[in-house]
């Protein structure tokens, strides 16, 4: 008998993370749980984050060839089965000109939320431009992903910048923004009937900006490739919900 499954099997029973994709390297993050009654509204949700979390800074540059590293931190919680994200950046220059859900926002200055919620190497890939505007898609690798329909996105994923809704070209100096993300687990289509608490799953954290004056591209979790590449989910953290 070939025993080789089932040792599989037992390996993702026991630890809740696909074997083929841990590295001892891999960064880990326990997701405090917020209690709260009812419907959180944004300021709710940012005093909670402030309150109750800790800081986490995304400042690991992986390519020499890209050592700009503005000042990059998030909050994280799970609360009513909903993600909770708060990032804080600072930076010498901003630049949002994308407004279309899904359309390139990494070129703008961004950041960036991969989730592998079942830790099986299929991941979303969450990201936001300096006023907001989403892209969301699903797959297990850059060149195979399905974007998630825009009305879903703008109907469940709730979204506030410090530096409001309205496209603008770059502009210099020294720049600090907020940004505040709700996501529901439902918007994880692709997981139907997830829950958040008590999974152990894997994802990394990015601040990012393709078209920025100042070209950056950094991680929480190391991502040990040749050239920038966030799409690489075997340098996902491990990410435990409380």
């Not at 830790?119 to 890939?125: F, H, M, S, T, V």
């Not at 709700?182 to 601040?207: R, S, W």
Request: glycine share 6%.
């Amino acid at each position: 008998m070939n025993l080789k499954p089932f040792i599989l099997v037992y390996c993702v029973w026991v630890t809740g993370i696909a074997c083929g994709f841990t590295n001892q390297d891999d960064k880990i993050l326990k997701v405090k749980e917020i209690e709260h009654t009812g419907v959180a509204s944004f300021q709710e949700v940012s005093d909670l984050l402030e309150s109750q979390t800790e800081l986490h800074d995304i400042d690991l540059v992986n390519w020499d060839a890209f050592p700009y590293r503005p000042k990059t931190q998030f909050r994280i919680a799970h609360s009513n089965n909903q993600i909770w994200l708060k990032y804080y950046i600072q930076e010498k220059s901003v630049l949002a000109e994308v407004v279309d859900v899904n359309g390139a926002v990494s070129n703008d200055s961004c950041v960036e939320f991969f989730f592998d919620p079942l830790a099986d190497g299929n991941y979303y890939n969450f990201e936001f431009n300096c006023i907001g505007t989403p892209l969301l898609a699903y797959g297990p690798t850059r060149s195979d992903r399905q974007f998630v329909d825009e009305h879903s996105i703008q109907e469940q994923i709730q979204v506030k910048s410090t530096l409001g809704t309205t496209s603008f070209k770059e502009r210099t100096g020294e720049f600090t923004w907020e940004i505040t993300l709700v996501i529901p687990a439902e918007t994880l289509i692709h997981d139907e009937g997830l829950q958040l608490k008590g999974l152990h799953a894997k994802a990394n954290f990015y601040k990012c900006g393709n078209k920025t004056a100042e070209a950056h591209y950094l991680s929480w979790n190391q991502v040990k490739t040749e050239r920038p590449d966030f799409h690489r989910p075997e340098y996902f953290g491990t990410v435990v919900f409380e």
